[in-house]
């Protein structure tokens, strides 16, 4: 373990986000609080021999010219609280960090269906900033969850909702962000009677048409056993932005297995470094699954882009003893994704180049 500290919430923590540099996390809590902390490293002594003579650290290493080496710590410290009067009025569900292109920027969404943007500034005072609200999204539905777009799509945030529609919210003015506007709203094109839109993930290439996949969740009306519809084949959607088009457009939703018997909990698109293909990353009760998503034939440059994509499943494994599996998680280098579930334990899941992905690691939280 790394580091562990207590995040001092007075109720149950919903979300935690690093920032991109990872040197900052935003969490959320019932507690209707959101905190923001800052990694820290602390000095806590220091080792080394005599000049000429090789020196041991306390954590092992050597330095050949026996000079001391300082030894260090890392430590969060909490350096805001945003939980004043104008703040979240009920448990704050989600937090996500804008790009640091466009400055400190935060997104919160809540039980009180209302998203909330908040940036932080520059004070009269010297080395000091604060986060101040800047504009709020006010919903007639559920918030679920909420992403922002990447970065070469400007300052654009997707609203999840429970009643199966997307909004898209973007800045008209990176300078004032009390100015948004809707860019879209996309109803789910496979949508049935209380099918809802429960995560959703960006596609992180720049080179290609704007998209993102969707998780969808079941209500109690539509899990009825007597039903004969298999909701299984709408689990699991892609959305397409055209070039010209005004809005996005459902590109597939014809995953050759279907998983999912219940709610997708998450979904996470992966990094795209250097592949032909994508990969997409799904959860819910007892399966983690990774599919191969191939949108188009690279050869071809922008033309190249299929009408229907290629889907294939990567992984399609049982985890966490049964439970519910909540969150989804990828390296930067989109080689490995870590799932987390109601057994308490993170799961490394990495691909190799001849058998997929495997399990690596299994992480408890009191180790």
């Not at 220091?46 to 010219?65: D, K, L, W």
């Not at 269906?113 to 005072?125: A, L, M």
């Not at 909702?161 to 996309?186: F, H, R, Y």
Request: charged share 20%.
């Amino acid at each position: 373990m790394l580091s562990s500290f207590p995040l001092q919430h007075d109720d149950y923590v919903h979300d935690i986000a690093f920032d991109f540099s990872g040197k900052r996390i935003a969490t959320c809590s019932s507690d209707q609080k959101i905190r923001v902390w800052e990694k820290k490293q602390k000095l806590v002594g220091a080792s080394g021999g005599a000049s000429g003579n090789a020196g041991m650290s306390q954590s092992g290493e050597t330095s050949a010219f026996g000079c001391a080496q300082e030894q260090y710590v890392v430590e969060w410290e909490l350096v805001e609280e945003l939980s004043k009067q104008n703040s979240h009025s009920a448990a704050v569900q989600r937090v996500q960090w804008a790009d640091s292109e466009f400055g400190s920027i935060l997104a919160s969404s809540s039980f009180d269906k209302q998203v909330f943007i908040w940036e932080e500034i520059e004070t009269k005072d010297v080395n000091k900033q604060q986060w101040v609200k800047r504009i709020n999204f006010m919903e007639k539905e559920a918030i679920l969850d909420i992403k922002f777009a990447p970065k070469h799509w400007g300052l654009t945030l997707a609203i999840a909702l429970a009643d199966g529609t997307i909004k898209m919210q973007t800045s008209k003015d990176l300078s004032n962000l009390t100015q948004w506007s809707e860019l879209c709203v996309i109803k789910l094109a496979q949508g049935l009677p209380g099918l809802g839109c429960n995560c959703l993930s960006w596609n992180p290439a720049f080179d290609e048409p704007q998209m993102f996949a969707v998780g969808c969740s079941i209500t109690a009306q539509q899990s009825d056993p007597l039903s004969s519809v298999d909701h299984r084949e709408n689990l699991l959607q892609i959305y397409i932005k055209e070039q010209m088009a005004p809005g996005f457009t459902l590109y597939s939703a014809k995953f050759p297995i279907h998983p999912h018997t219940s709610t997708v909990n998450d979904v996470a698109w992966a990094p795209l470094m250097g592949r032909s293909f994508h990969m997409i990353a799904s959860c819910s009760k007892e399966r983690v699954v990774v599919w191969k998503v191939t949108v188009r034939d690279i050869f071809q440059g922008e033309a190249g882009l299929y009408k229907d994509p290629i889907i294939e499943p990567m992984l399609n494994a049982e985890a966490h003893r049964g439970g519910e599996v909540w969150r989804l998680s990828w390296n930067l280098l989109g080689t490995c994704v870590a799932s987390s579930g109601d057994d308490g334990a993170v799961r490394l899941w990495k691909k190799s180049v001849k058998s997929g992905f495997t399990q690596i690691a299994c992480l408890q939280a009191n180790q």
